[in-house]
């Protein structure tokens, strides 16, 4: 017995020694880093998490650009708009690639756009960018289903009568019913059961991207395919979004579809019949069903966790909230409907969404990219298909750039006269060729919506709260702490 254990014990012994060495070996040309352990890599000392706090800490000791090992697979990070404009803009091509596994793109299937590689994303990228740009962002297009939402939103809350409430449901059904009427072609209506379910599960698909779980999946894929636990859930909501948006494309075909096609189904069904002879086209209902769900998922949660930013710091800041007012009452002199053309006749009001974006930083560190080809960052070699981490958090928060980079400051996009200043490292959509596909839309839709909302209402606090607590709760973006809020009708 004494022997097997001590075979045993050596056994591990050279098992983690061997596994060490490994990292070590592939580690000699990659930048520094904090020590790895084996098989866990880094991940002890992350909180199995991607912290922005953690990265900060480690860019202290490491500078700009290091090594952290999620598992055995090393991450390089780049800190700091200098060192990911550098490698995201000047390598755009280079930098353009997801990785190959993790939890997101198995959730996919590869497909769609989000986390897609090579000839497929080009066409299904190229398709989505070009057909929000054919549907419009203009008068009668998207930007009119903007205003009718941003309305509706107003009518929501100025039923509450001034209690105090926890806005953050209304807010996101009217920001998906924005991408659902770009999308699907209709909206619906809020206590709709299945639109609930829906808005519901594809929280919850998001919240499990950035979960511990989440991550143990990035660090062991082939270990936790085979595990139970909560990532086995993922799996099963994205099987309910697929079966909602098979029914839909189910309408679509049944339908005629209208001589103007005015959502997306309709444009990639046709884009589908164009396409069929053509063996090199990637146009099919798999990738439909993806690019549908990638819509839907990247364009809900993001601007409605922005808005709700939005009026966190509304309460937080009375005196910020008083000078928009102040400016609206002035140059607003009627009552039509807002467009995103009025953030110039605004600058303050402008400069404000801009910070608030800076701030809320809903995007945290990123999302990771993936080198096609071997690059030179910063003087190290990096090989082809490394997982490469530009983290929009160090940018958005660079002292080299921002007066008061942890301080909500409006200044920050204010020239002395007053004028609006725009900032380079404002990259909360981040750059080069994986840039955000919906930035325009969602610029528009944080224009439209915080505009009506700050000209119709004021935001209040309760009565009794006296503090406002503005600290980031990291999920997979980074997300106000849950707060409630008085909508007073001005
Ligand atoms: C405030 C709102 C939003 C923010 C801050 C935001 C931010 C981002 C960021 C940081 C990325 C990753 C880019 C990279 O890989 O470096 C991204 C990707 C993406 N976003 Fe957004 N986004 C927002 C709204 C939207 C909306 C409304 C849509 C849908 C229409 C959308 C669709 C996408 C898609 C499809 C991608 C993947 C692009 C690709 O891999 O080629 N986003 N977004």
Redesign the pocket.
């Known amino acids: 017995m004494w022997f097997v254990q001590q075979l045993l014990l050596a056994f591990l012994f050279f098992f983690f020694l061997g596994r060490y060495l490994k990292m070590r070996w592939k580690a000699r040309r990659l930048p520094p880093g904090p020590s790895p352990f084996p098989l866990i890599g880094n991940l002890w000392t992350m909180r199995f998490n991607m912290h922005p706090e953690t990265f900060s800490k480690i860019s202290k000791h490491f500078g700009n650009i290091y090594t952290v090992w999620l598992g055995e697979t090393p991450l390089i990070v780049l800190h700091g708009y200098k060192a990911v404009k550098n490698a995201?803009v000047s390598h755009s091509e280079e930098m353009?690639g997801?990785p190959a596994s993790n939890f997101m793109t198995d959730i996919a299937n590869g497909r769609?756009?989000?986390?897609?590689n090579g000839h497929s994303?080009k066409q299904q990228?190229r398709f989505?960018l070009m057909t929000?740009r054919n549907l419009g962002l203009g008068k009668r297009g998207v930007e009119s289903r903007i205003q009718e939402e941003a309305q509706s939103l107003v009518e929501n809350l100025a039923a509450q009568n001034g209690k105090s409430i926890d806005a953050s449901d209304l807010i996101i059904h009217s920001v998906a019913n924005?991408?659902s009427a770009?999308v699907f072609g209709h909206r619906f209506s809020i206590d709709d059961p299945t639109f609930q379910k829906l808005v519901a599960i594809n929280q919850n698909l998001i919240d499990s991207l950035g979960s511990k779980w989440g991550n143990l999946y990035d660090a062991f894929p082939w270990l936790m395919k085979r595990l139970p636990g909560p990532h086995q859930n993922t799996f099963k909501n994205r099987e309910f979004m697929y079966d909602f948006v098979r029914s839909e494309i189910r309408i679509h075909q049944e339908n005629e579809p209208p001589e103007e096609p005015d959502d997306i189904i309709y444009h990639y069904l046709a884009q589908i019949a164009k396409t069929r002879d053509d063996p090199g086209s990637t146009f099919d209902i798999a990738n439909l069903l993806q690019v549908v769900v990638?819509?839907f998922t990247?364009?809900?949660e993001?601007?409605a966790?922005?808005l709700q930013w939005a009026i966190l710091l509304m309460l937080a800041h009375p005196d910020i909230q008083e000078k928009i007012h102040k400016e609206l009452d002035e140059v607003l002199l009627d009552s039509s409907a807002i467009t995103y053309e009025d953030r110039k006749r605004l600058p303050y009001t402008n400069a404000v969404i801009h910070e608030i974006?800076r701030f809320g930083n809903?995007?945290s560190v990123?999302?990771?990219?993936r080198n096609i080809k071997d690059i030179i960052l910063d003087g190290y070699p990096i090989e082809k298909d490394t997982n490469i981490l530009?983290n929009?958090d160090s940018v958005l928060h660079d002292p080299q750039y921002w007066e008061t980079p942890y301080k909500f400051n409006p200044k920050h996009f204010l020239d002395k006269n007053g004028n609006f200043k725009s900032n380079e490292a404002f990259i909360?959509?981040?750059?080069?060729?994986?840039?955000?596909?919906?930035?325009q839309?969602?610029?528009f839709?944080?224009v439209i919506f915080f505009i009506t909302l700050m000209r119709k209402f004021s935001f209040q606090l309760p009565e009794g709260v006296t503090e406002v607590n503005t600290k980031h709760v990291t999920k997979v973006t980074l997300q106000p702490p849950p707060y409630k809020v008085c909508i007073i009708q001005r």
């Open positions: 995201i353009s997801r769609g756009i989000v986390v897609s994303w990228r989505g929000l924005v991408i770009v990638d819509l990247a364009g809900t993001t601007t966790t922005t974006q809903i995007a990123g999302t990771l990219r530009p929009l909360p959509f981040s750059a080069g060729h994986r840039i955000c596909l919906g930035e839309l969602a610029r839709e944080l």
